[in-house]
């Protein structure tokens, strides 16, 4: 690489949506795409860098670092070959580092250092890791498997209680059950519905919202759902940490992602399992976001320990005729 300073860029790829920054000097630029379930990742990611370079305005042909964290890798290393091949059609020369969305939450919320990061947002994932490079992952398997404690968790538990008051009394099925049907329309037809075009995890994510809005206002079911989903992101922590040793050790553990920003109904429980089951463990704030952990793949000539075979990385190429 040329010795002109590099403009640096960290992409979020998540459920929900694929968000991007771009750093040169003092500027910053910005942008946004849709989310993984809108089919093509690597168009998106490619999509998000194009937009966070043109929103930072003009800058030299200088090096582009990439740095990239994706939902639906599942602990597995990425293809990133053809990512690359998008960037380099950008006209950039540089670098693409990529991993799992994971191993970004950690570095954002805690940087290289041991300890666990629970990241909850549509989904959520577990990543804890000691002083040797060894890591653990929990959770992180999808809706349909898992995702115990996430915003689509709370979402989807909430309307099968919301179904199970209004089977118990249907002339006064109560808040959560009206809300059903506020965001989902008459709870008759919403199974069949359901099936013809069923919702995808970051719509179900999205009543989430709502169900936070019930329990603040004093609705005994939301809140039992908010507190069941602080003490399930703490079980899978504390599984995490035993399985590489740190179950005893003073470890930091934060959390990180939508779900944790409704710290008044999440985080009680939450430590309280946590300290129930690795009592040494520390439950601090995230210092940042996932973003943030993918800007951070773009520090230093190597990739961040202890996550060196977690972290793929390959160079980009600009293609001749945007020279």
Request: one cysteine or more; proline letters at 8%.
């Amino acid at each position: 690489m040329s010795g002109t300073s590099p403009v640096r860029v960290g992409v979020d790829l998540g459920q929900g949506g694929c968000r991007a920054v771009a750093r040169y000097g003092r500027s910053t630029g910005h942008a946004a795409t849709p989310g993984f379930w809108t089919g093509d990742t690597d168009a998106r990611i490619a999509d998000a860098v194009a937009g966070a370079l043109a929103d930072l305005g003009p800058v030299p042909d200088a090096p582009v670092l990439v740095g990239v964290g994706m939902t639906g890798l599942n602990g597995q290393p990425p293809a990133v070959a053809a990512l690359a091949a998008r960037l380099g059609a950008l006209g950039r020369h540089g670098r693409l580092r990529v991993t799992d969305d994971s191993v970004t939450a950690y570095l954002g919320a805690l940087g290289p250092v041991p300890g666990a990061v629970v990241a909850a947002g549509t989904g959520t994932v577990v990543l804890a890791a000691d002083a040797t490079g060894r890591t653990a992952r929990a959770d992180g398997w999808g809706a349909d498997l898992g995702d115990r404690g996430s915003g689509h968790w709370i979402g989807r538990t909430a309307i099968r209680l919301a179904l199970r008051d209004r089977d118990r009394d249907r002339t006064a099925p109560g808040p959560l059950a009206d809300a059903v049907d506020t965001a989902w329309g008459p709870v008759e037809t919403l199974p069949a519905r359901w099936r013809d075009d069923p919702p995808t995890p970051e719509r179900i994510a999205g009543f989430a919202g709502t169900v936070a809005e019930l329990a603040r206002a004093g609705d005994d079911g939301a809140r039992r759902i908010w507190c069941r989903a602080g003490e399930l992101l703490a079980e899978s922590a504390v599984g995490a940490l035993h399985r590489i040793g740190l179950g005893t050790t003073p470890v930091p553990v934060a959390g990180t992602g939508g779900v944790f920003r409704a710290e008044d109904l999440l985080w009680p429980s939450f430590t309280a399992a946590l300290r129930a089951g690795a009592p040494a463990a520390r439950p601090v704030p995230a210092a940042g976001d996932p973003l943030a952990g993918a800007l951070a793949l773009t520090d230093g000539p190597g990739v961040p320990s202890p996550f060196s075979g977690l972290i793929v990385q390959i160079d980009i190429e600009a293609k001749a005729e945007h020279r």
